[in-house]
């Protein structure tokens, strides 16, 4: 199987190129690159770099420049197809916002002639509801002929076939998202400094002192609870839900020996976001003895 691998990796680097890089490298990566290896299970992927963005702020926004990058995406993954028989294409829809909706009428408008399946990977959520919700009764119609019947449809969990249910899927396939794991040693560097850990703070909480032995177990800031967001940063992905949650903790934790602790790491999308997440961060209940609460990298 020849397929035409129509999706960008990083940079930028988000959890979409991340997903689309490890897949791309697991089918063997791009057939005319050096380093391309042979893959056992059939699939030969010829691959478009859509990078349509530099940087993440630049996502989703519309540029014209944009226009043309679509055009001459749109091109090279029609060359593949004749140069190199490709017959099969991969493609990542967008997320439901107008601007890469109409990057992908334009995109698949001329692509999808030239192959003989179509498979979609729904790595975002929503653009079914957007169709039957939002859409003004044109872009309705232009996306259901635009997104119609594509022969697989690769969705994320179970949620998300309503995507590919929307589109008259042919065959819809349900495959998590994964990666390589990242603390293989994890019972001996992890586990036992968190049951080191845990034990210390129920003493902590018991008002008790902690021994040279108990505190060499736990280790260092044995009495703070670390909370870690990392993510584009934005509401919809949870940042402000994470932010009173851990308001909410700090409050609880009044009195005790305990606290708790909130770092926020990645870019933010939306400038008024960033400006009400640096208002809010800066107020009383996110401060403990003077120290802010939560730490932004």
Not at 76 to 100: C, D, E, G, K, S
Not at 120 to 138: N, V
Not at 219 to 239: H, N, Q, W, Y
């Amino acid at each position: 199987m020849k397929l035409v691998f129509f999706a960008h990796k990083p940079p930028p680097h988000h959890g979409q190129s991340y997903m689309v890089e490890l897949l791309l490298n697991a089918l063997g990566g791009d057939e005319r690159e050096a380093e391309a290896s042979d893959p056992s299970h059939g699939i030969t992927c010829y691959h478009v770099d859509a990078r349509y963005s530099t940087s993440t702020q630049d996502v989703g926004q519309a540029r014209f420049g944009k226009i043309l990058l679509a055009l001459r995406f749109s091109a090279q993954a029609i060359w593949f197809r004749l140069r190199f028989n490709a017959r099969n294409l991969y493609y990542v829809p967008a997320y439901p916002a107008r601007t890469p909706i109409y990057r992908d009428w334009i995109v698949l408008t001329l692509c999808r002639p030239f192959f003989r399946k179509i498979i979609l990977h729904w790595h975002t959520a929503g653009l079914g509801e957007w169709i039957e919700t939002t859409a003004r009764p044109w872009e309705r119609w232009i996306c259901q002929r635009v997104y119609a019947k594509p022969d697989l449809s690769i969705v994320l969990r179970p949620f998300n076939r309503r995507d590919a249910v929307s589109v008259a899927s042919r065959q819809i396939e349900v495959v998590p998202n994964g990666i390589p794991d990242p603390c293989p040693d994890f019972e001996p560097a992890v586990r036992t400094r968190r049951v080191g850990r845990a034990a210390a703070r129920r003493k902590l909480l018991s008002g008790l002192p902690l021994s040279d032995a108990e505190r060499a177990a736990a280790g260092p800031d044995a009495d703070t609870f670390r909370v870690l967001f990392i993510s584009i940063c934005m509401r919809e992905k949870g940042l402000f839900d994470t932010v009173e949650a851990v308001a909410l903790v700090c409050r609880s934790l009044k009195g005790s020996p305990l606290r708790v602790r909130l770092t926020v790491a990645g870019s933010f999308w939306i400038e008024a976001e960033r400006a009400e997440f640096e208002q809010r961060i800066g107020q009383a209940d996110l401060q403990d003895d003077g120290e802010p609460v939560v730490d932004y990298r």
